[in-house]
C-alpha cells in the first residue's frame, strides 16, 4: 500500500455552491436489534428544487463524542460537509457502540443516499454492511479509524498512522526510562478499535528489550471518566509508589489519570510519568504545566480531505486507497512554543 502523506489545510479548494436557507433536524432513531438510540441531525441545503438537485447527500457514522479529539474530528467533518460545499449531511454518533453505529449505517443506505462516511468504532464487522451498501451502489469512504474488511468494499479511507504513533511514544518512553527499572500501566483505548491495537503494538514494538515492564493494561475507552476509574483501580492495586509511568492511548484518559493521581496525593509528571497520544488543546495544556511528559500529535482535522473524496469517488475519478496524514509530537518545550497557534 502507497503511502501518501497530505497537509491538512491542502484539500480544502472543494467549489462553494451558493444557497439560500438551509433547515436543521435533530431526530431520534431507535436500532430495532438493540433497543439503543441514537442521535441524528440533518442539515439539508434549501433553494428549490434546482440547487436541490446538485447536492450530494452523506451519511456520516461517527463514532460518538467519547473526546476532545472526537469534538475536534466532529466540528472538522460537519464544516467540510456543509451546504456552502454542496452537501446535505446526515450526521449520526453511535455512542461508541458498533451495533448501533452499523444500524445508523443500513439506515442511510435505505434513504438512498449519494454517499456514507463511516469513522468505524471497531475494526471488525463490518463486511455485510459494507457489501450491502456496495449492492446498493453507494461508495463509502472511511475517515479516522480503519476496518479488517477486504478493502474492495470501500472506496478510500484517510486517517493517520496509529502504529506509527505507539512507535513514537514508545521510543521516547524507551529513550528517557529504558534504562532504569521502570513499572508501567497502559490505559487502553476502545476495544476493538484500530487506535487501541495499532498503538498497543507500536508502543510494545518500541520498548522491547528495554527495562521498562507493563505491570497492568485496561481499558478506558478512551474517555476521561475511564482513564480516572482505571487509573483509581492501578493505585489501588499497586499504590502511586508501585507505578512510575502511565502510557494512555489519548489524552482524555491521561488527564482522567491525573485526576486520580492528585486525588491520591502523587504529583503526575513527577512521582508518576504520563505519557499520551491525541495533543488536543487539553492535553497540550497538561503538557505545558509539566502533568504531562510528552505527547504524540493525531490530527483531527481531516473533513476536508474526506469531503473531497466523496466529491471525487462520485465524479468517477481515481482514489488511493489510503490516505496518510503526518503527526508531529511534544515534549514541554515543544508544547509551550505551539500550544497558543495550534487549530484544535
Ligand atoms: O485518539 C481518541 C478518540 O480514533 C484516532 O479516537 C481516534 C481516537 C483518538 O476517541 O481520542
Redesign the pocket.
Known amino acids: 500500500m502507497k503511502k501518501r502523506f497530505l497537509s491538512t489545510f491542502a484539500l480544502a479548494g472543494v467549489a462553494a455552491l451558493t444557497m439560500a436557507g438551509c433547515t436543521t433536524e435533530t431526530g431520534t432513531t431507535t436500532d430495532d436489534s438493540t433497543g439503543e438510540s441514537t442521535e441524528e441531525t440533518t442539515t439539508e441545503a434549501g433553494g428549490g428544487d434546482e440547487a436541490a438537485s446538485d447536492v450530494i447527500t452523506v451519511g456520516f457514522a461517527q ?1 460518538g463524542a ?5 469534538s475536534a474530528n466532529t466540528e472538522s467533518m460537519q464544516a467540510a460537509f456543509s451546504e456552502e460545499n454542496g452537501f446535505e449531511l446526515i450526521f449520526n454518533a453511535a455512542d461508541n457502540d458498533p451495533a448501533a453505529q452499523i444500524s445508523a449505517v443500513r439506515n442511510f443506505i435505505n434513504q438512498g443516499v449519494d454517499a456514507i462516511v463511516i ?1 468505524p468504532v471497531v475494526e471488525d464487522g463490518w463486511d455485510d454492511v459494507l457489501q450491502e451498501a456496495a449492492s446498493a451502489e453507494i461508495p463509502v469512504i472511511l475517515e ?2 480503519t476496518v479488517s474488511a477486504s478493502e474492495d468494499l470501500y472506496s478510500s479511507w484517510v ?2 498512522d ?1 502504529e506509527a504513533e505507539g512507535v513514537k511514544a514508545g521510543e521516547w518512553a524507551a529513550e528517557q526510562y529504558g534504562d532504569t527499572e521502570t513499572k508501567m500501566v497502559v490505559l487502553e ?2 476495544t476493538g ?3 487501541a491495537n495499532d498503538r498497543a503494538a507500536g508502543f510494545s514494538s518500541a520498548i522491547e528489550g528495554t527495562m521498562i515492564e507493563t505491570i497492568d493494561s485496561q481499558t478506558g475507552d ?1 474517555t476521561r471518566d475511564g482513564g480516572k476509574s482505571v487509573m483509581e483501580g492501578y493505585i489501588a492495586n499497586y499504590g502511586v509508589d508501585g507505578i512510575d509511568l502511565v502510557f494512555a ?4 484518559m491521561g488527564l482522567g489519570a491525573i485526576e486520580a493521581i492528585e486525588a491520591a496525593g502523587a504529583v503526575p509528571g513527577e512521582d508518576i510519568k504520563i505519557i499520551t ?2 495533543a488536543v488543546k487539553d492535553g497540550m495544556q497538561a503538557l505545558v504545566d509539566g502533568k504531562i511528559n510528552y505527547i504524540v500529535e ?1 490530527n483531527p482535522l481531516l473533513g476536508d480531505q474526506a469531503a473531497d473524496l466523496v466529491k471525487k469517488v462520485l465524479a468517477g475519478e481515481e482514489v488511493d486507497k489510503a490516505y496518510y496524514v503526518e503527526d508531529q509530537a511534544f515534549d514541554q518545550a515543544a508544547a509551550a512554543e505551539v500550544i497558543d497557534s495550534r487549530p484544535y
Not at 66 to 70: A, V
Request: glycine content about 12%; proline content about 4%; charged content about 30%.
Open positions: 463514532t467519547e473526546s476532545g479529539w472526537r469513522a479516522d479509524r486517517g493517520l496509529f483505548g476502545t478499535s484500530a487506535p478512551f492511548h489519548n489524552d482524555d497520544i491525541d493525531c
